[in-house]
């Protein structure tokens, strides 16, 4: 369900508000799957949905999206700029670990990366020497 407001979120702050359409091109699935999870979504709170209108995030629905948007944003940057993943495999990866990474992970892994990149910007040669490790 993380996807789904994430999308929401993204489409929302990129159009003002977020229609089933635009969620299930985003998220690759159907509309009859999105109109499921937003019904499911709405009774939790976490989404302002009624059939054939346009769908925005509550306070507790955004407050969530929020959070996996950043989850999401770190972890691509790590991916990216520690492990020199790809763009795309970054973003892939990032995807399906967003969702199960404990908090306490997540955190040491923001403060990690943040560390490496730092420590890479003060000495191109270190960070030369970790992107020739891979």
């Known amino acids: ?3 789904y407001l994430e999308a929401i979120y993204a489409e929302v ?3 003002g508000c977020a229609k089933v359409t635009d969620i299930a091109q ?20 976490l989404v302002n949905y009624s059939p054939y209108s346009a ?23 790590f991916f990216k700029n520690v492990l020199y993943l790809s763009e795309q495999e970054a973003i892939e ?3 399906k670990m967003e969702h199960i990474m ?16 730092e420590i890479c910007e003060k ?5 030369e020497k970790i992107k020739n490790m891979y």
Do not use: W
Not at 55 to 74: N, S
Not at 102 to 117: G, P, T
């Open 102 to 117: 404990s908090e306490k992970m997540f955190k040491r892994m923001m403060k990690f990366s943040s560390y490496m990149q």
């Open 123 to 127: 000495h191109p040669d270190i960070k």
């Open 55 to 77: 769908v925005t995030l509550t306070p507790d629905g955004e407050k969530i999206a929020k959070d996996v948007a950043k989850r999401h944003r770190v972890m691509t940057d």
């Open 26 to 45: 985003i998220l690759n699935v159907k509309k009859a799957s999105v109109t499921g999870a937003l019904n499911t979504l709405a009774k939790k709170g």
């Open 13 to 15: 702050l990129k159009s």
């Open 1 to 3: 369900m993380e996807d």
């Open 93 to 95: 990866n990032a995807c």
